[in-house]
């Protein structure tokens, strides 16, 4: 399997990483897991045993209407809650193999949805937003995830004023990115080092 690079050659690449079948259930369960996990699970709600308050009867037994004991129970404004809310974990278990196989079945279908482009070389020599975008330009990239084969700091900066525009390298590649992206641009370096990650 061969894909194109822009304004040049024809890049080889395996088969089973870049044409594999689109497998819908195990990319929502692995997106899914991701997101999860980066929930932060810290929310905490006092129950009514935890609640500063008196526990004193507040009124006569008879003749008030309900009856009722400490204004700490949850029918009362600034009771505890009935069932509270406490700091969890939302992490999903997804092993190594499911979710290396769910990124080749992401990047084999943007390469079947032409969404995903490989280029020589994405740099900036200096940290200015106006360099990238002149360099977008010339690629006609608007919304655009660029994958770079390491951290490019010049790129990254220059990036991160430009809405839709994200940068990242093949090492912190993340399905949630690449699903989200409307264009993916990778260098092909990237592609190399990203194929040796997932055969």
Do not use: C
Request: net charge positive; no cysteine; glycine share 8%.
């Amino acid at each position: 399997m061969e894909l194109q690079i822009q304004g040049g050659d024809k890049l080889a690449v395996s088969e089973t990483i870049w044409g594999e079948d689109f497998r819908e259930d195990l990319v929502h369960q692995v997106v899914v897991a991701y997101r999860a996990a980066g929930r932060s699970g810290t929310k905490a709600q006092k129950t009514r045993s935890e609640v500063s308050g008196t526990t004193k009867k507040s009124k006569k037994q008879k003749g008030g209407g309900a009856r009722h004991g400490a204004l700490t129970a949850p029918i009362f404004v600034g009771g505890g809650r009935a069932f509270a809310a406490k700091p969890r974990s939302f992490e999903q278990k997804v092993n190594r193999k499911m979710y290396r196989g769910a990124l080749r079945s992401i990047l084999s279908e943007l390469v079947r949805q032409d969404r995903l482009h490989v280029v020589s070389d994405i740099t900036v020599a200096e940290p200015r937003t106006k360099l990238l975008l002149e360099k977008l330009g010339e690629l006609k990239a608007d919304r655009a995830l660029i994958v770079t084969e390491q951290d490019d700091l010049n790129l990254y900066l220059a990036a991160r004023n430009i809405p839709h525009v994200y940068v990242t390298d093949a090492g912190a590649l993340d399905p949630v990115s690449l699903v989200h992206a409307e264009r993916v641009f990778m260098t092909v370096d990237s592609v190399k080092k990203i194929e040796e990650w997932l055969a």
